[in-house]
């Protein structure tokens, strides 16, 4: 990168918002990490402390920051800050969700709770949120993008009704507001991530017996990171901007590997692909 770059990462106490705050840290980036965790994470719940520490590790410089993202007040807060010590955004991930323990059970959604509905406020209503007040630091820069971290659910049956609506709401929000960001040169997508080797995923299938353990191998969190950064710095950026993006493709696109020097696979013959964007929203 020809300059140090500054990001906001929502939701990276753990999982795949830790995982881009890394990858964006060996870039040598200026990382804001959010989050309600701030205390010492144990493996599973994680920490902003301990995701801060890890970006600072890698490179770049973590600066944790307490935010509840279903409170408005302290999203303001947070760009205000990073107004306040930088003045400008390069990246905004938009990783934020409360996902309950009632949305993986694989129950009917009239017979689950209705818990599974608060992904529509942290999940879908905070990337809105984040974005808007993002912008005017994206536009001080010259430059920007905004990702909302997404996935097959999109498309596909996963997870029911609430996390599809979630994952597919947060598809079309990055292709409106890339529309209407493209004049100031700021691009919106939404990058699909595949299945992810988390902390919570490593606990899931430790738990299974052996011969119900999934084989698939699956991407680390930090390769989505390292996808996000190489389509920052691409030519193709507003080219790409408004779409929904397998991140496995476009790690292919890119020249980008993960962790271990693998490439993840794309499943887009087997769990869906995203759909071609209207003629209205390509101009």
């Given at each position: 990168?020809?300059?140090?770059?500054?990001?906001?990462?929502?939701?990276?106490?753990?999982?795949?918002?830790?995982?881009?705050?890394?990858?964006?840290?060996?870039?040598?980036?200026?990382?804001?990490?959010?989050?309600?965790?701030?205390?010492?994470?144990?493996?599973?719940?994680?920490?902003i402390i301990d995701t801060a520490?890890?970006?600072?590790?890698?490179?770049?410089?973590?600066?944790?920051?307490?935010?509840?993202?279903?409170?408005?007040?302290?999203?303001?807060?947070?760009?205000?800050?990073?107004?306040?010590?930088?003045?400008?955004?390069?990246?905004?991930?938009?990783?934020?969700?409360?996902?309950?323990?009632?949305?993986?059970?694989?129950?009917?959604?009239?017979?689950?709770?209705?818990?599974?509905l608060d992904l529509l406020n942290?999940?879908?209503?905070?990337?809105?949120?984040?974005?808007?007040?993002?912008?005017?630091?994206l536009f001080a820069n010259g430059?920007?993008?905004?990702?909302?971290?997404?996935?097959?659910?999109?498309?596909?049956?996963?997870?029911?009704?609430?996390?599809?609506?979630?994952?597919?709401?947060?598809?079309?929000?990055?292709?409106?507001?890339?529309?209407?960001?493209?004049?100031?040169?700021?691009?919106?997508?939404?990058?699909?991530?595949?299945?992810?080797?988390?902390?919570?995923?490593?606990?899931?299938?430790?738990?299974?017996?052996?011969?119900?353990?999934?084989?698939?191998?699956?991407?680390?969190?930090?390769?989505?990171?390292?996808?996000?950064?190489?389509?920052?710095?691409?030519?193709?950026?507003?080219?790409?901007?408004?779409?929904?993006?397998?991140?496995?493709?476009?790690?292919?696109?890119?020249?980008?590997?993960?962790?271990?020097?693998?490439?993840?696979?794309?499943?887009?013959?087997?769990?869906?692909?995203?759909?071609?964007?209207?003629?209205?929203?390509?101009?």
């Open positions: 990168m020809n300059k140090q770059i500054i990001a906001v990462v929502t939701g990276a106490s753990r999982g795949a918002g830790k995982g881009i705050a890394i990858a964006l840290g060996e870039k040598g980036a200026v990382v804001y990490v959010t989050g309600r965790s701030s205390g010492e994470g144990d493996e599973i719940s994680g920490s520490k890890a970006v600072t590790t890698a490179g770049g410089k973590g600066i944790a920051v307490i935010v509840d993202h279903a409170d408005d007040s302290s999203v303001i807060a947070l760009f205000e800050q990073v107004k306040r010590e930088y003045g400008r955004l390069d990246i905004l991930v938009n990783n934020a969700a409360n996902a309950h323990d009632d949305v993986a059970k694989t129950i009917p959604f009239w017979e689950n709770s209705l818990k599974p942290v999940g879908l209503r905070s990337h809105y949120v984040s974005s808007y007040y993002a912008v005017p630091l430059k920007g993008l905004i990702v909302n971290t997404g996935q097959y659910a999109a498309v596909g049956y996963f997870h029911g009704p609430a996390y599809g609506a979630q994952k597919a709401g947060a598809d079309k929000m990055a292709a409106d507001m890339a529309k209407e960001l493209r004049s100031h040169n700021v691009a919106a997508v939404s990058v699909w991530m595949g299945f992810l080797d988390t902390e919570r995923a490593r606990a899931y299938i430790s738990s299974l017996p052996e011969d119900k353990k999934p084989t698939t191998k699956r991407e680390s969190p930090q390769f989505t990171g390292r996808v996000v950064a190489a389509l920052y710095e691409s030519d193709e950026l507003l080219n790409l901007s408004g779409q929904a993006l397998i991140g496995a493709e476009l790690g292919e696109r890119f020249g980008v590997l993960d962790v271990d020097g693998s490439k993840p696979v794309s499943y887009r013959e087997t769990l869906g692909c995203p759909p071609d964007l209207h003629h209205t929203l390509k101009n």
